[in-house]
């Protein structure tokens, strides 16, 4: 079993910045593949980012290429969601996965582990 605890969602006006973080316990961190999901109201869980066991391989959704970033900590057990130039359309619940192995996958059926979620609003 692996628990994920997000933290850092906020209220924050466009163009602005947030970092979310989650902290992983239970089983071997480095042994997951980590992902970003968001999920809007009345909207679909979306896939934001996606990165491989050591970190060296991150994939991003084409909407927050060049504006999110992900990264990770194994030695902290932590990944990172760096956000700049927000946007109201980034408003949603956001989420960290994980699954098992070193591919990073879109779909989040494939994730094994999820956190609880913490909500990012972005104002106009």
């Known amino acids: 079993q692996v628990q994920l605890v997000e933290s850092g969602g906020g209220l924050v006006q466009a163009g602005g910045a947030l970092r979310l973080s989650c902290a992983a316990s239970g089983r071997t961190f480095s042994n997951y593949a980590m992902g970003w999901f968001r999920q809007a109201p009345g909207k679909e869980r979306e896939f934001v980012a996606g990165?491989?066991?050591?970190?060296?391989?991150?994939y991003y959704a084409d909407s927050v290429k060049g504006r999110f970033t992900f990264s990770r900590n194994n030695a902290r057990n932590t990944v990172y969601l760096q956000m700049s130039s927000l946007k109201p359309e980034d408003t949603a619940v956001y989420y960290c996965?994980?699954?098992?192995?070193?591919?990073?996958?879109?779909?989040?059926?494939?994730?094994?582990?999820w956190g609880q979620g913490t909500q990012v609003t972005v104002s106009s």
């Open positions: 996965a994980a699954r098992v192995g070193n591919v990073v996958i879109t779909a989040g059926a494939g994730y094994d582990y």
């Open positions: 990165t491989n066991w050591s970190g060296g391989s991150t």
